[in-house]
């Protein structure tokens, strides 16, 4: 059963970067699909990640802020704050 509030489009993995919460970079990653609430993400490397996340994708010059949901098989699930456009 699918939980999703909004609908997913893939992306085509685009790539995006993570960063903490002081806006220090994390992780490079690829965007497995996207919705108005969350993505998919696939990390490129397995370290571990705080639960508040600012990601940025370049290509679509969209930065958000984010929680961590969930992470499994080299995946990780991020929920955008409610007033997540940050830039």
């Known amino acids: 059963m699918d939980k999703r ?7 085509h993995l685009r790539m995006a970067k993570l960063f903490d919460r002081s806006q220090r970079f994390l992780v ?17 490397s397995d370290r571990p990640l705080p639960l508040e996340l600012h990601l940025q994708d370049e290509v679509m010059e969209v930065s958000k802020r984010a929680t961590l949901v969930w992470m499994q098989r080299g995946e990780i699930g991020i929920r955008f704050a409610p007033d997540a456009d940050a830039g």
Do not use: V, Y
């Open 5 to 11: 509030f909004s609908k997913r489009w893939r992306s």
């Open 28 to 44: 490079e990653c690829s965007i497995l699909d996207l919705s108005a609430t969350g993505a998919r993400l696939k990390p490129q």
